[in-house]
């Protein structure tokens, strides 16, 4: 099994991945109290998916009860410019850097399927691929195998990768080898926490997501707080800034595959507020930004512009207070009144 275990790693590198790491299903046993105390707190707000086969998600092991170990593994997506550069462009749209390429589903499931055939044709085992779409909580079965930690903003990070990067899982009924788990290595250093716009962290390791500027822009409908709005700035999807906080970025790798290239970088505010829903999913075909639909998009678009600050930018805002989707067009009065005041 080690040289089978050597084998499956040289393999996931070629593919592509940047680290891999094995646990046992049940490698995890505290996540089925933190899921309960984050639902119980509602910090999920509208994500009810969340609350749904809790039995999984609080233990992997229940999942698929044959499977006798985790593949964990690691895609990195690091950005080559500074992300955080277009915040001080208020004339222009920040997306998260994971949005700005092809849709990271994509990529890592193929890449999965690939390595799944191929170590399941050499270990003589059933496997079954996850990537972000079924009730597997992986940062802590990652963190389980050993390829990082959860930092206190939530996320997983590690000292050789930073924390720009994916995660895939492959279970399987092979009884591989495991690795020992990770610890916290964040120390003292709350450089992420304080970098979060909307204060969305009620403690170290926490997070309200109903604060969140990602879950904001991605999973919440109908309109955002007008106190939050205010916070959001020109991030109309997603948000990097815990992210690109933490110091351990310093020992990054460069994203290896090119459909992690930017594709839509980081383009006009005036541009984007004109995009009626078939020009929408055209722009963005094969984007992840394309499951949240124009009418979000814009929503959080009209936000940007609201903040901005850019008086130019409220003819934009006036046409659109007669969209027939009510939360644009109440977006829409709210950035025209907002440019109003501010000028």
Same mark, same amino acid.
């Given at each position: 099994?080690?040289?089978?275990?050597?084998?499956?790693?040289?393999?996931?590198?070629?593919?592509?991945?940047?680290?891999?790491?094995?646990?046992?299903?049940?490698?995890?046993?505290? /996540?089925?109290?933190?899921?309960?105390?984050?639902?119980?707190?509602?910090?999920?707000?509208?994500?009810?998916?969340?609350?749904?086969?809790?039995?999984?998600?609080?233990?992997?092991?229940?999942?698929?009860?044959?499977?006798?170990?985790?593949?964990?593994? @690691?895609?990195?997506?690091?950005?080559?410019?500074?992300?955080?550069?277009?915040?001080?462009?208020?004339?222009?749209?920040?997306?998260?850097?994971?949005?700005?390429?092809?849709?990271?589903?994509?990529?890592?499931?193929?890449?999965?399927?690939?390595?799944? !055939?191929?170590? @399941?044709?050499?270990?003589?085992?059933?496997?079954?691929?996850?990537?972000?779409?079924?009730?597997?909580?992986?940062?802590?079965?990652?963190?389980? #195998?050993?390829?990082?930690?959860?930092?206190?903003? /939530?996320?997983?990070?590690?000292?050789?990768?930073?924390?720009?990067?994916?995660?895939?899982?492959?279970?399987? /009924? #092979?009884?591989?080898?495991?690795?020992?788990?990770?610890?916290?290595?964040?120390?003292?250093? /709350?450089?992420?926490?304080?970098?979060?716009?909307?204060?969305?962290?009620?403690?170290?390791?926490?997070? +309200?997501?109903?604060?969140?500027?990602?879950?904001?822009?991605?999973?919440?409908?109908?309109?955002?707080?007008?106190?939050?709005?205010?916070?959001?700035?020109?991030?109309?999807? !997603?948000?990097?800034?815990?992210?690109? #906080?933490?110091?351990?970025?310093?020992?990054?790798?460069?994203?290896?595959?090119?459909?992690?290239?930017?594709?839509?970088?980081?383009?006009?505010?005036?541009?984007?507020?004109?995009?009626?829903?078939?020009?929408? %999913?055209?722009?963005?075909?094969?984007?992840?930004?394309? %499951?949240?639909?124009?009418?979000?998009?814009?929503?959080?678009?009209?936000?940007?512009?609201?903040?901005? !600050?850019?008086? +130019?930018?409220?003819?934009?805002?006036?046409?659109?207070?007669? +969209?027939?989707?009510?939360?644009?067009?109440?977006?829409? #009065?709210?950035?025209?009144?907002?440019?109003?005041?501010?000028?």
């Amino acid at each position: 099994m080690k040289g089978l275990k050597d084998a499956l790693i040289a393999r996931a590198l070629e593919e592509g991945f940047s680290k891999v790491g094995i646990c046992p299903p049940d490698a995890a046993p505290d /996540t089925a109290g933190r899921l309960a105390a984050f639902l119980q707190a509602d910090y999920h707000g509208q994500m009810s998916w969340m609350a749904e086969r809790t039995h999984w998600r609080g233990n992997a092991a229940a999942l698929w009860r044959e499977a006798r170990s985790v593949i964990m593994l @690691a895609e990195v997506y690091t950005p080559e410019a500074d992300p955080m550069a277009v915040i001080g462009q208020p004339e222009r749209a920040a997306i998260s850097v994971y949005a700005q390429g092809k849709d990271y589903h994509d990529l890592v499931k193929r890449r999965l399927k690939r390595l799944g !055939g191929w170590f @399941a044709t050499a270990a003589k085992a059933e496997i079954k691929v996850f990537v972000d779409t079924a009730p597997v909580m992986e940062k802590p079965l990652a963190q389980a #195998a050993g390829l990082g930690w959860q930092g206190k903003h /939530t996320n997983l990070l590690a000292r050789d990768l930073g924390n720009w990067f994916f995660l895939g899982a492959i279970f399987t /009924t #092979a009884d591989l080898p495991k690795d020992a788990a990770e610890v916290s290595h964040c120390g003292s250093c /709350t450089a992420c926490l304080d970098a979060c716009p909307t204060k969305a962290f009620p403690a170290p390791y926490q997070l +309200d997501a109903r604060r969140c500027i990602s879950y904001l822009t991605i999973e919440h409908k109908g309109p955002v707080d007008p106190d939050l709005r205010a916070l959001m700035g020109n991030r109309i999807y !997603g948000c990097d800034d815990c992210l690109a #906080a933490c110091p351990w970025n310093k020992f990054a790798q460069s994203a290896r595959d090119i459909g992690y290239q930017p594709r839509v970088g980081a383009p006009e505010l005036a541009e984007l507020v004109a995009l009626d829903d078939a020009t929408f %999913r055209a722009r963005f075909a094969g984007s992840p930004i394309k %499951r949240i639909g124009r009418d979000r998009f814009v929503r959080n678009v009209l936000y940007a512009i609201g903040n901005s !600050g850019l008086p +130019d930018l409220a003819g934009h805002a006036a046409v659109l207070q007669a +969209d027939p989707e009510p939360t644009v067009a109440e977006a829409a #009065a709210w950035a025209l009144a907002r440019l109003n005041t501010r000028s």
